[in-house]
């Protein structure tokens, strides 16, 4: 499993939701994702709509536009 957690993304995801993020940032497809975690797909779609609602943004193109802003702007270690 992949550990992604070394700087959280400050919107209060859970663990499993910023972990779903942080691969389809990744370039992780939702099927690919599901397997990593061994959860469904269908799990994995919620989660991001769950991301989606916290955040207010609409698109999966906005949510990883905001992912890849807060981590090249953050100073966090």
């Known amino acids: 499993m992949i550990n992604l957690l070394k700087r959280p993304f400050p919107i209060g995801l859970t663990t499993r939701e910023y972990q779903c993020l942080a691969l389809l940032a990744k370039g992780y497809t939702m099927k690919m994702i599901a397997l990593e975690y061994s ?39």
Do not use: C, F, G
């Open 39 to 77: 959860i469904s797909p269908r799990t994995v779609e919620q989660h991001i709509r769950n991301i989606k609602e916290k955040t207010d943004l609409r698109t999966k193109q906005e949510l990883l536009r905001a992912w890849h802003h807060y981590h090249q702007n953050s100073t966090e270690i």
